[in-house]
């Protein structure tokens, strides 16, 4: 996939959408409306959006720290959320291992 400038405007300009509320999306990547918009709750204040697209497949995600307008605990995707997960215990360990040297 190439991730060239206009893509990457397009996924923020995605993502401002979705936090102020916006539910009716497109996918960044092909345009298709049947983009669903996902969630995961990684710390207290830390919040993850996740935008699944049914026909390319495609997925972009975002972390925020303000709980986004449609966050709904019952919309938390199982998988994306053990993706989160894992992504944040790798951080927590790179963390850990700096501050020992
Ligand atoms: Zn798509």
């Known amino acids: ?4 400038k206009v893509y990457i405007n397009k ?7 979705i936090s ?6 497109k996918c960044p990547n092909c345009g ?6 996902f969630y995961t709750k990684s710390r207290k204040d830390r919040y993850g959006i ?6 390319c497949k495609n997925i972009e995600h975002a ?4 709980s986004p ?4 605990e019952k919309k938390i995707n199982k ?16 963390v850990r291992r700096k501050n020992k040297n």
């Open 32 to 37: 298709s409306e049947n983009a669903r918009i």
């Open 63 to 66: 972390d925020t720290k303000i």
């Open 50 to 55: 996740w935008v699944r697209c049914e026909d």
């Open 79 to 94: 998988r994306f959320q053990d993706m989160d997960d894992h992504a944040w215990r790798k951080a927590d360990e790179l």
């Open 1 to 4: 996939m190439n991730k060239d």
């Open 11 to 17: 996924v923020i300009e995605l993502f401002k959408l």
């Open 69 to 72: 307008v449609g966050f709904d």
């Open 20 to 25: 102020e509320g916006v539910e009716n999306i």
